[in-house]
């Protein structure tokens, strides 16, 4: 039994090992310790930083310091990047539907990467950009811990009473883009005037470029129409951080009316297909992944009777098994519960592939 466990530790570390090694879209933004600065990401999500807002040895650090940031927006995000959509309820197993992750990290510049932590009382807000097409309805923020690789939901506020507090209609209010309205923010720059701040946006003609616009809010100036652009036909949700990690938007995916099946997988000569990491399913309208160990298969196996289901095997070797879309066509899973059905496969090229390419591969899109 110990010497399963261990095999099945080591392919899952090889596991996540090869599947961190195809997503690596991290960006980077630079400002001091000292400065408020607001930034637009490529996924057109918001970070605003206020001053003084992290600490390093026990102190305020007002020195360079580098904001590594990533997002997870879809299912070939959340595969090629190893993250886990499980979540237990009252002991239950069950799966969420993401409305987008972001991971962050905050180091300091001059000192071979030492992150830094969060200052007391001090938070970053994220305006994250949600899909305008998802259903937000239902979405709450959760943070992963890493210590017990459990999803923690959290509150904006918790019993806070700000969360009662009515947001004016103010521009800037409404979008937090004014740095002053975040609480104990600090002093902005000694170079730049107390009523102007920076928001640094993405060069939509060089995503690897950032433009710092100078914004100087009232009646004389309005918000640059670099940054102002992003502001349209988009949807937000809102979550102040306190602590460097993996954070998600998240409700729980429905299975009630799903299936139970014994299944046998097979290769396109007829053979056991032999799977060394998991049996991922996919349902290309819900942005989740649900996915089975081998030691699943036999026992827990159960798909929902849709028309959008994607079915392929992701091993860490690269190989993609994938199930041919043809073959939903001819079967009623509303008919097979709890019976046996033999399930074909065919082998894909290796997945040192793009993104895009893998998406395009297995069908997820």
């Not at 904001?67 to 969420?96: C, H, P, W």
């Not at 506020?157 to 103010?170: A, F, L, T």
Request: charge should be neutral; glycine fraction near 6%; hydrophobic fraction near 35%.
């Amino acid at each position: 039994m110990k010497l399963h466990k261990s095999i099945f530790t080591t392919l899952l570390c090889l596991m996540i090992k090869f599947s961190f090694s195809q997503y690596s879209d991290w960006q980077y933004f630079e400002m001091n310790g000292n400065e408020c600065r607001i930034f637009v990401t490529k996924g057109n999500s918001r970070l605003i930083v206020p001053a003084n807002c992290f600490e390093y040895n026990g102190k305020i650090y007002n020195g360079k310091l580098i904001i590594s940031y990533r997002e997870y927006k879809d299912q070939a995000d959340f595969i090629l990047g190893g993250l886990d959509l499980r979540y237990t309820v009252n002991g239950k197993l069950m799966y969420m539907q993401s409305g987008g992750m972001f991971e962050i990290i905050v180091t300091k510049d001059n000192n071979k990467g030492k992150e830094l932590i969060f200052a007391a009382n001090k938070t970053v807000t994220v305006k994250f950009a949600i899909d305008p097409d998802f259903d937000v309805a239902g979405l709450e923020p959760f943070y992963y811990d890493r210590k017990t690789s459990n999803w923690k939901k959290i509150t904006r506020y918790g019993n806070d009473d700000r969360s009662n507090k009515p947001v004016s209609d103010n521009n800037s209010d409404l979008w937090q883009d004014n740095p002053g309205i975040i609480a104990n923010s600090g002093d902005f720059n000694d170079n730049m005037d107390v009523d102007c701040y920076y928001i640094s946006v993405v060069d939509k003609n060089d995503p690897t470029r950032f433009v710092d616009s100078l914004i100087c809010p009232g009646v004389y100036s309005v918000l640059d129409n670099r940054y102002n652009q992003y502001l349209t036909d988009q949807a937000f949700k809102t979550m102040q951080i306190d602590k460097m990690g993996l954070y998600n938007y998240d409700k729980i995916f429905e299975e009630d009316n799903s299936i139970p099946l014994y299944v046998k997988l097979k290769t396109k000569d007829g053979k056991k297909l032999e799977i060394t990491d998991r049996l991922f399913v996919v349902y290309k309208k819900s942005n989740t992944t649900i996915y089975f160990y081998p030691s699943d298969i036999d026992s827990n196996f159960k798909l929902i009777p849709r028309n959008d289901i994607v079915l392929f095997v992701y091993n860490n070797d690269g190989t993609i098994y994938k199930v041919p879309d043809n073959f939903w066509t001819n079967i009623d899973l509303r008919t097979m519960r709890n019976k046996t059905i033999d399930i074909p496969f065919d082998k894909l090229k290796l997945a040192t592939i793009s993104k895009e390419q893998f998406a395009s591969v297995t069908g997820i899109k």
